[in-house]
């Protein structure tokens, strides 16, 4: 029952002032308090009361606007990262991973610039863990509108950044953390962790 009103609580307000207010109408006319002879001689004040309401609802409209606009999430940017990987296996002691990782912008707001940045962790069978981090990149050779790699990812527009390592045949998993960080400083985050052998 206590979380039921938690949750309602705002609409529960919003009905029991309207039937106070109702309430307290019906006690004015009733007593007297209000009559039609009134509400005729109020009518100035009626009128500027009316304005002054008008006012004061834009006012509370117009800061609503503001904080939802412009102190909430309207402007923040917002995306969604995602990190794939294939293992190749070669003839000698490596194995080929070749990973791509995505930047979806799914905000409101140009996403500038946006840079990655890939490290990983190699897990060796002996219990042995080494870090790594990936610093060459290369570049899509794609002429499409919808899905790009540039300094500038608009609205449901994708950026895609590949790349590929090499990790020893005895490694037994490796484990990606990827970041993407935009000009402003915001960061997006994405990990994984795969097998070192190639999915058949």
Not at 84 to 109: C, K, M, R
Not at 186 to 192: L, N
Request: charged share 20%; hydrophobic share 40%.
């Amino acid at each position: 029952m206590c979380n039921w009103l938690e949750r309602h609580n705002g609409s529960i307000i919003f009905v029991l002032s309207i039937v106070a207010i109702m309430l307290a109408c019906a006690n004015a006319w009733k007593y007297n308090f209000v009559s039609l002879s009134w509400l005729k001689d109020q009518k100035d004040t009626f009128s500027s009361l009316k304005d002054i309401i008008t006012l004061l609802i834009f006012l509370i409209v117009s800061t609503f606007s503001y904080y939802r606009f412009f102190k909430g999430r309207t402007l923040s940017l917002r995306a969604d990262t995602d990190i794939q990987v294939s293992v190749h296996e070669s003839p000698g002691d490596y194995n080929i991973h070749a990973f791509t990782l995505n930047l979806q912008n799914v905000g409101t707001s140009t996403i500038w610039t946006p840079k990655p940045n890939v490290k990983y962790h190699l897990h060796y069978s002996d219990g042995d863990v080494s870090s790594h981090e990936i610093n060459d990149w290369y570049k899509e050779d794609m002429d499409t509108s919808k899905y790009v790699t540039s300094s500038v990812v608009e609205p449901d527009e994708k950026a895609y950044f590949f790349g590929h390592c090499e990790v020893p045949k005895k490694v037994w998993a490796v484990t990606y953390f990827a970041k993407i960080q935009a000009d402003n400083g915001d960061c997006w985050f994405t990990a994984k962790t795969i097998n070192n052998k190639e999915e058949t």
